[in-house]
């Protein structure tokens, strides 16, 4: 995934972001931090945690209708052992977003009850929203504030001033000042980022991509995947992922002039079907290997 990292790894303006967070930081009482839950451990940019430093922070597991819900709750399992607070949620069905400011309200529970003897009652609670591109970060903000954040591409070079949301009295939500990118510090991070689709196609090899992800799922959640593309087990067991690809293209009937298995046209199937959750609710980054949660 070597291309993934010199393609898309921007160290420059990370630095910038991180210094526009680091002068936000002053305004706001938590931080909520987005992830999406099918990959609760490589949606998180590891740099973060040194940047807001010990403000209460909160992880938010978005896109949850689409992750294996047995995992999002060892995640939050997870999550409570390391005294880090989080919810579940999506913002596709509105699932879970009432969670969100009693939780909040309860991480800051301290401050409040201070607040309050201090006659501060109704001081308003102002909350960052971090993610990098594509956990949701736009759905989340629209669809607690019903308002609509204005679209600004994520790329480097873009700026997004800063923009203040009010999502229920007395609270109200800072948008990520700048772009938060992923870290590719381990090459599974952009890859499981890339099976996502959080990682852009047209910079990738989609059959080696899929490939790749054929034999995750082989590995990881061969009854879904066997039961989909209506393969049998024993048959895909020692095949490389390229084969169990060839195998889908063919039972598929994807042909191309010759007789020759279109290889790319299946690549394209799998990564979708994957990401639209056709093959169920997966998730990818398993709590119980990722015990050092990064947030
Ligand atoms: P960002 O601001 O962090 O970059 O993310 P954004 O909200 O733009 O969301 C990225 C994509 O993820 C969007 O899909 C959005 O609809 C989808 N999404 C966000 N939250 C959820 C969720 O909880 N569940 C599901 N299933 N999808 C979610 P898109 O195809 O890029 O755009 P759109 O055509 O859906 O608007």
Not at 273 to 278: I, K, L, Q, T
Request: contains cysteine; proline residues 4%.
């Amino acid at each position: 995934m070597e291309e993934i990292k010199s393609i898309q790894w921007f160290p420059g303006h990370m630095t910038k972001t991180k210094r526009k967070i680091e002068s936000q930081l002053k305004l706001i009482d938590a931080v909520a931090v987005l992830l999406d839950a099918r990959v609760p451990y490589s949606s998180c940019n590891p740099d973060l945690r040194s940047v807001i430093n010990n403000k209460p922070r909160i992880a938010v597991l978005n896109k949850c209708d689409m992750a294996d819900p047995k995992e999002t709750k060892k995640w939050i399992n997870l999550f409570k052992e390391k005294g880090i607070a989080s919810i579940a949620l999506d913002c596709k069905t509105g699932k879970g977003l009432n969670t969100f400011i009693p939780a909040v309200k309860n991480l800051l529970s301290d401050k409040i009850r201070t607040w309050n003897e201090k006659g501060m009652t109704g001081k308003t609670i102002k909350v960052m929203v971090v993610g990098i591109p594509n956990v949701g970060k736009s759905s989340f903000i629209n669809r607690m504030s019903k308002q609509n954040r204005a679209k600004v591409e994520d790329r480097p070079g873009v700026t997004r001033g800063n923009q203040w949301f009010t999502i229920g009295k007395g609270f109200d939500l800072l948008d990520t000042p700048g772009v938060l990118w992923p870290k590719f510090d381990d090459p599974k991070v952009g890859e499981r980022l890339a099976f996502i689709g959080s990682v852009k196609d047209n910079i990738l090899d989609t059959e080696h991509l899929s490939g790749r992800l054929l034999e995750y799922l082989r590995d990881n959640y061969a009854e879904p995947l066997c039961m989909r593309y209506k393969l049998n087990k024993d048959d895909i067991t020692d095949l490389q992922g390229y084969e169990i690809l060839e195998m889908i293209g063919k039972k598929r009937g994807m042909l191309v002039s010759g007789g020759e298995t279109d290889t790319e046209r299946a690549a394209a199937t799998v990564l979708d079907e994957f990401r639209g959750a056709v093959l169920g609710r997966l998730t990818l980054d398993k709590a119980e290997e990722h015990t050092d949660v990064r947030i």
